[in-house]
Each structure stands twice: as C-alpha cells, then as structure tokens.
C-alpha cells in the first residue's frame, strides 16, 4: 500500500503533495536535494494514494510552484491535511465515507461538556486544543505545527478559544516552540503533542462523556454545523 502525504519546506509557504511507498526513505531523498529544512506536515495510507495525489494536484493546479510544490496558504493547508485523514480513516475502517459525513453529530451540549475540561495543566492543555478544532476549524494534522504566538496572527480569535488560550498561556504554554505541549499519563506535561497523539486524546476525551471513538472528523463536522460555540464562560 502507499503513502499519501505532505511536506512543507520549513520559513516558506511552499508545500509538496506526494505519494510513496516510504514515507520515511521519500523524506530522506527530498532532504538530501533539498536546499530548504523539510518537515512531513502530514501522511496517510490509501489504496487510492496515486488517485488522491493527482485529485489534490488538479485542485490546486492555479497554485502551483514547480512539479508537485505548491504554494499554500492556511486554508489551502487545512484542506489538504483533511483529505489525508479522511484516506487515514477510510484505511483504519475499511470504509470509504463520504468526504462531508462524520460517523456521528455531536451536540451544542456535547461541545460544552467537552469544552469544560478540569483547571489543570493536562485539561488546559485539552480545552485549548478543542477549541482550535471546534471554534476555528483547525484541521488535525495542522494542530501539531502551530507555534506559540501565531494564533494572534490568525485574526479575530473566537471567544472561548481565547479563554481558553489565555488560561493555558498563563500556566503552562512555553513563551516559544510549539503552541501544545504534549503530556504523560499522570498529567505532567512534557514535549510536544503529535498528530497521532491529539488524535488519541480526543478519543478519551469523548469516552469521557459517553462518545465512543470520538474523532477529530466528528469535531470538525461539528464546527461546520454549529460555528463556534460560546459556552466557556458559563461554567
């Protein structure tokens, strides 16, 4: 099986969007001709690895650098991280679902009881990083890469985001490096979070409440639904 996937050449808005066998042996190759640091923003497997590849080139024909470089912006990024984890799901469940239909709707009262996680480094941690999918639309794949300081730069930033941003800023963000910080099993933060690793927090956090295999597919369903939600300020 092969490897959808996409890199991004680190202090440029340039993107390539590829296919492989190996990830990694790929990511060697392109660094060694390289005259940009790389960094792997996001891959998946696909039976349909070629098909996607050359769906997202045509879509973003107008936005073509050279070859299969491409520059993007947020949006653009967003969009096509959503379409490797949507080749990522179909490969875990062995099901294509349509690109527009999670496997459940969550409700306004679902997103605030995720929303109101408890006032300690982890739960700062997890209510900011659902407010980034659930109020801005962020895509999972992107959540791992933003920096501390570039939300401001975003524009206006939802309210509850911001509550929960400035909760997180004050205790526990790093003043540099990556904005979510990752967290060991008693709590104590450590690192930096990964796309996997946000992907399996979300799924307890939605055992929490009674979801079972909440994804991030759901939670992005969900902003599209409702746009954000203000609920923070409530509890």
């Not at 039976?47 to 769906?55: D, F, K, N, T, V």
């Not at 990024?77 to 969550?106: M, S």
Request: hydrophobic content about 35%; charged content about 25%.
């Amino acid at each position: 099986m092969k490897y959808v996937y996409l890199v991004r050449a680190i202090g440029t808005d340039y993107y390539k969007i590829g296919s492989t066998r190996s990830v990694g042996s790929r990511m060697d190759q392109l660094r060694n001709t390289s005259p940009f640091d790389l960094a792997l923003i996001d891959s998946a497997p696909s039976e349909r690895a070629q098909h996607l590849e050359r769906s997202l080139h045509n879509q973003l024909a107008h936005h073509r650098h050279h070859g299969e470089w491409f520059k993007l912006d947020t949006e653009l990024v967003q969009r096509v991280v959503g379409t490797i984890r949507d080749a990522e799901e179909e490969a875990v469940n062995g099901v294509e679902l349509p690109p527009d239909i999670p496997r459940r709707l969550i409700t306004t009262q679902d997103i605030a009881r995720l929303k109101h996680q408890p006032d300690t480094p982890q739960g700062r941690r997890d209510a900011l990083m659902l407010c980034l999918m659930l109020d801005m639309g962020i895509q999972i794949g992107v959540l791992p890469h933003i920096v501390s300081g570039e939300l401001e730069q975003m524009g206006t930033i939802p309210a509850d985001t911001r509550i929960a941003l400035e909760a997180y800023q004050e205790h526990d963000g790093l003043p540099f490096g990556r904005l979510l910080r990752g967290s060991r099993k008693n709590g104590e933060l450590w690192g930096y979070m990964s796309t996997r690793a946000i992907a399996e927090r979300i799924a307890i956090l939605g055992d929490d409440i009674g979801i079972d295999r909440l994804s991030s597919r759901d939670l992005l369903h969900a902003y599209k639904t409702y746009g954000p939600v203000h609920c923070l300020q409530e509890f």
